[in-house]
């Protein structure tokens, strides 16, 4: 070969190599050009379906499976904003990983992982880096105990709204530059969907508590109405009652002691009179209003009550024992109808509480409001009844012997000076009633 041809050769196994060297380049490239649409149509296909959950809870849990199958993890955990207390982050859900803790893990937003994280949102961190760079913070004790291995931002709007931790993969290989792309994204779209569902469950609460307040709205409309009613037909019984019972008198002075007119009599009267209370009741119900409004030291009313029925009291073979801790007590309200309110409560546990038992009655200072309780030793009231029992006519006494308003006034009064009034049963037995209403705040009152 001559010298002209030989250097042709060489120029043409050059090109060849270089050739060679392009198209491996290119296979290369091609190659992970597929890989990274086969990730993001991967992507495209789990965010559409997870945009259809609109369950948090489902979504967090689909989310995790969906991580550890498409990346072959062992396990994986997502952080996300704690409801209620949205500047920290909880740990929300997580799967292949041993926790030895039974409470919320819970990493602070304020905290320097956050921190160092919400700097650089779009990239993944490796466990080495961060417990290098972060040494001591107890949030590198909290990944630790989460066994991870990478942690990718879950960022919307440029804001942290979450972290996704993974574990090592199951192959024991590191995680490549297109894993970590790949969760990137996947992280990304996650946030959006999780946001979905946090936004529709909100959305639910607030449906679910207009609903309540709608409920609300019309149960004290029809009490109103009921109301007005009973205070008409209260107004027109009335009358004829006291008609009754002015005859009734004189047919017990017409008649003889021992027969049975005289009998009958004393019946129709003792019934005139239950008809007279429950009349007397019903107006009451309807007119909270009557009563004026004055300062009032509610220690003193509950003291003159408790004296009021201290004969009665130790009649049936009860106890009863006070604690005050306020005095003088000051609210704004009118005394008569406290007392009134006392008195219901003090007959209602009278009656229900068997002979050797004890009424416990306490007055406390809660920030502005005192806190009066009323405690007896009695059988409770059961479970199904306590949503019930400050309803009018709801009453368990057998026979004819309560109206079931009791309670209904008690609530009317409390609620018109801007208290209210619970009943709940005590972890030792018997039925216990909370007065809380806001007290005067005066520079003398003593705590
Ligand atoms: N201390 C208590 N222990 C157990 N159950 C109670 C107690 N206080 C109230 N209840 C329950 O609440 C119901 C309603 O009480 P409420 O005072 O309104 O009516 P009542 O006592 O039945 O009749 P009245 O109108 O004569 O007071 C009672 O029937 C009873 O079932
Ligand atoms: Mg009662």
Same mark, same amino acid.
């Given at each position: 070969?001559?010298?002209?041809?030989?250097?042709?050769?060489?120029?043409?196994? %050059?090109?060849?190599?270089?050739?060679?060297?392009?198209?491996?380049?290119?296979?290369?490239?091609?190659?992970?050009?597929?890989?990274?649409?086969?990730?993001?149509?991967?992507?495209?296909?789990?965010?559409?379906?997870?945009?259809?959950?609109?369950?948090?809870?489902?979504?967090?849990?689909?989310?995790?499976?969906?991580?550890?199958?498409?990346?072959?993890?062992?396990?994986?955990?997502?952080?996300?904003?704690?409801?209620?207390?949205?500047?920290?982050?909880?740990?929300?859900?997580?799967?292949?990983?041993?926790?030895?803790?039974?409470?919320?893990?819970?990493?602070?937003?304020?905290?320097?992982?956050?921190?160092?994280?919400?700097?650089?949102?779009?990239?993944?961190?490796?466990?080495?880096?961060?417990?290098?760079?972060?040494?001591?913070?107890?949030?590198?004790?909290?990944?630790?105990?989460?066994?991870?291995?990478?942690?990718?931002?879950?960022?919307?709007?440029?804001?942290?709204?979450?972290?996704?931790?993974?574990?090592?993969?199951?192959?024991?290989?590191?995680?490549?530059?297109?894993?970590?792309?790949?969760?990137?994204?996947?992280?990304?779209?996650?946030?959006?969907?999780?946001?979905?569902?946090?936004?529709?469950?909100?959305?639910?609460?607030?449906?679910?508590?207009?609903?309540?307040?709608?409920?609300?709205?019309?149960?004290?409309?029809?009490?109103?109405?009921?109301?007005?009613?009973?205070?008409?037909?209260?107004?027109?019984?009335?009358?004829?009652?006291?008609?009754?019972?002015?005859?009734?008198?004189?047919?017990?002075?017409?008649?003889?002691?021992?027969?049975?007119?005289?009998?009958?009599?004393?019946?129709?009267?003792?019934?005139?009179?239950?008809?007279?209370?429950?009349?007397?009741?019903?107006?009451?119900?309807?007119?909270?209003?009557?009563?004026?409004?004055?300062?009032?030291?509610?220690?003193?009313?509950?003291?003159?009550?408790?004296?009021?029925?201290?004969?009665?009291?130790?009649?049936?073979?009860?106890?009863?024992?006070?604690?005050?801790?306020?005095?003088?007590?000051?609210?704004?309200?009118?005394?008569? %109808?406290?007392?009134?309110?006392?008195?219901?409560?003090?007959?209602?546990?009278?009656?229900?509480?068997?002979?050797?038992?004890?009424?416990?009655?306490?007055?406390?200072?809660?920030?502005?409001?005192?806190?009066?309780?009323?405690?007896?030793?009695?059988?409770?009231?059961?479970?199904?009844?306590?949503?019930?029992?400050?309803?009018?006519?709801?009453?368990?006494?057998?026979?004819?012997?309560?109206?079931?308003?009791?309670?209904?006034?008690?609530?009317?009064?409390?609620?018109?000076?801007?208290?209210?009034?619970?009943?709940?049963?005590?972890?030792?037995?018997?039925?216990?009633?909370?007065?809380?209403?806001?007290?005067?705040?005066?520079?003398?009152?003593?705590?």
């Amino acid at each position: 070969m001559s010298g002209k041809a030989k250097d042709n050769q060489v120029k043409i196994d %050059q090109s060849q190599v270089e050739l060679d060297s392009k198209i491996d380049e290119l296979t290369q490239t091609n190659k992970r050009l597929k890989r990274k649409i086969f990730d993001l149509y991967t992507i495209f296909e789990i965010s559409r379906h997870l945009n259809t959950v609109l369950k948090t809870d489902d979504l967090l849990d689909a989310i995790i499976l969906t991580i550890i199958g498409q990346m072959g993890i062992n396990g994986a955990a997502i952080f996300s904003r704690m409801i209620g207390d949205e500047s920290n982050f909880i740990l929300a859900r997580h799967r292949g990983i041993t926790l030895e803790t039974e409470g919320d893990i819970v990493l602070r937003g304020d905290g320097r992982l956050i921190k160092y994280i919400s700097s650089e949102q779009s990239r993944t961190y490796d466990f080495a880096e961060l417990s290098r760079d972060l040494s001591g913070c107890d949030d590198i004790r909290i990944l630790e105990m989460c066994e991870c291995e990478l942690v990718i931002p879950m960022s919307l709007k440029n804001e942290i709204c979450g972290l996704l931790l993974v574990t090592s993969k199951i192959s024991q290989t590191p995680f490549f530059e297109d894993d970590r792309d790949f969760l990137l994204i996947l992280a990304n779209q996650l946030a959006a969907s999780v946001e979905n569902a946090n936004l529709f469950e909100r959305e639910k609460t607030a449906f679910e508590e207009l609903r309540k307040t709608q409920e609300q709205l019309i149960q004290s409309e029809k009490l109103a109405a009921l109301g007005q009613l009973s205070a008409r037909v209260a107004h027109e019984v009335n009358n004829p009652l006291g008609i009754i019972k002015n005859y009734l008198e004189l047919m017990s002075i017409e008649t003889g002691e021992n027969d049975h007119p005289s009998e009958y009599v004393g019946i129709v009267s003792e019934e005139v009179d239950r008809i007279a209370r429950i009349v007397r009741q019903l107006l009451d119900f309807y007119r909270p209003d009557s009563g004026e409004e004055v300062e009032t030291n509610i220690s003193a009313v509950l003291e003159e009550t408790l004296l009021l029925v201290s004969m009665h009291l130790e009649k049936k073979g009860l106890t009863v024992e006070q604690d005050f801790q306020v005095e003088p007590a000051m609210i704004m309200a009118s005394p008569e %109808q406290m007392k009134q309110v006392f008195l219901n409560l003090i007959m209602n546990a009278t009656d229900f509480t068997p002979a050797g038992g004890t009424i416990t009655v306490t007055l406390e200072s809660d920030g502005d409001d005192l806190l009066i309780q009323f405690r007896d030793t009695g059988p409770g009231i059961p479970e199904e009844d306590l949503p019930r029992v400050f309803e009018p006519f709801f009453t368990t006494r057998k026979g004819a012997s309560g109206t079931g308003l009791g309670l209904a006034v008690c609530k009317g009064i409390v609620q018109k000076y801007n208290g209210t009034i619970s009943a709940l049963n005590h972890s030792e037995g018997g039925a216990v009633f909370v007065i809380r209403i806001p007290r005067i705040k005066r520079e003398n009152n003593d705590e």
